[in-house]
């Protein structure tokens, strides 16, 4: 039983564009938020993260929208460049804990 | 930032034999540290919880004797698949969170700092 899942496996976006990654979960215990992205042969890194009180946060192009009642979050990149080229994941976790829950990755291309 | 460490980046071995892979914060000490293994296209799956001077906690499902963690030092996590088979080849990550790290804020509570991976293969 997943509790976090990202439905979408892969994602193509020209450079330029904006790159829109998903995230569901169904544990509504779940209070924050985090996306990472990992390059192949790499553990990943920490990327944005969000508390389920406030429902956006951004970091120069990076912003994540968490949409509580949908159980709902995605991570948006604009101007995607060729080296966001990763795997993103979407992690939730209770409390602040720092074992998350992390999704099954959503590989996203930037092409040129 | 703080980083974490992971030796050896790969392995080979056959079936039946031992494989040790060490975990080290190179700047901070670490109380705690995780393992994660991630079969491909599959999320990244908690294994275990090290916890330095105690007994690991593992996750549901994950065999104790088969996956031996210690913790022996504030700096050093190691896991060792023992009597490994085919159905072990994965990519195990381990991580430690950012609290511990001496004079770093952490980018925030709950993110952790993650290790570069180790990938097993048994033959």
């Known amino acids: 039983d997943q509790q976090v899942k990202q439905n979408s496996p892969s994602l193509s976006v020209q450079e330029g564009r904006i790159s829109i990654l998903n995230c569901d979960y169904t544990n509504s215990m779940f209070d924050y938020f985090l996306w990472y992205k990992k390059y192949p042969a790499e553990g990943p890194t920490f990327l944005i993260s969000i508390s389920s009180i406030k429902d956006k946060n951004e970091d120069g192009r990076f912003t994540v929208f968490l949409n509580k009642s949908a159980k709902h979050l995605s991570l948006h990149i604009v101007p995607s460049q060729p080296g966001d080229s990763a795997v993103y994941f979407c992690?939730?976790?209770?409390?602040?804990?720092?074992?998350?829950?992390f999704g099954r990755g959503t590989s996203l291309i930037v092409h040129p | 930032g703080a980083v974490v460490s992971q030796h050896p980046s790969w392995v080979i071995c056959k079936s039946g034999t031992s494989v040790k892979i060490e975990c080290r914060s190179l700047?901070?000490?670490?109380?705690?540290m995780f393992w994660y293994r991630q079969f491909p296209k599959q999320s990244l799956m908690l294994m275990a919880t090290s916890n330095e001077g105690s007994k690991a906690t593992y996750e549901q499902g994950v065999e104790k004797d088969k996956f031996l963690i210690n913790h022996a030092s504030l700096t050093l996590s190691t896991l060792t698949v023992t009597s490994a088979h085919p159905e072990d080849s994965s990519f195990y990550i381990c991580?430690?969170?950012?609290?511990?790290?001496?004079?770093?804020?952490?980018?925030?509570?709950?993110?952790?700092?993650f290790g570069p991976g180790t990938r097993l293969l048994v033959l």
């Open positions: 991580s430690a969170p950012p609290g511990q790290a001496f004079g770093l804020a952490g980018e925030a509570g709950g993110s952790q700092y």
């Open positions: 992690a939730a976790s209770v409390g602040g804990s720092y074992i998350p829950t």
């Open positions: 700047d901070f000490q670490a109380t705690t």
